[in-house]
């Protein structure tokens, strides 16, 4: 019912930046928030920041202060500004979307992931 496309990733150095951007088409009606998990390699999947059709967000603490999250409206899309990238930044960035606005970490609905590299 509802498709994420995401883009943005990419190589980039210490310190920094990059955009990651996420996409909603179909029933974008019955999204309650949006936002992004990462993955590094052989580690679990956690949930970087999410914004709600309220516009409240919320951040992962070890990003705070350097992303920030926001939505065109317009457009449909969700976009997640990332900067002062670390090297433990790195890892594949998932897109979700959740149906439900009291459960807004559920993810309901990925993208297909974007690789993040933060290296010199």
Known sequence: ???LVESGGG???????LRLSCAAS??????GAMGWYRQAPGK????VAFITSGGTTNYQNSVKGRFT???DNAKNTVYLQMNSLKPEDTAV?????GRVLSAA?????????????VSS
């Open 105 to 117: 970490t559920r993810a309901d609905y990925w993208g297909q992931g974007t690789q993040v590299t």
């Open 69 to 71: 999250i926001s939505r």
């Open 26 to 31: 179909g029933s974008i009606f019955s999204i």
């Open 11 to 17: 190589l980039v150095q210490p310190g920094g930046s």
């Open 1 to 3: 019912q509802v498709q």
């Open 93 to 97: 960035y998932y897109c979700y979307a």
């Open 44 to 47: 679990q999947r956690e949930l």
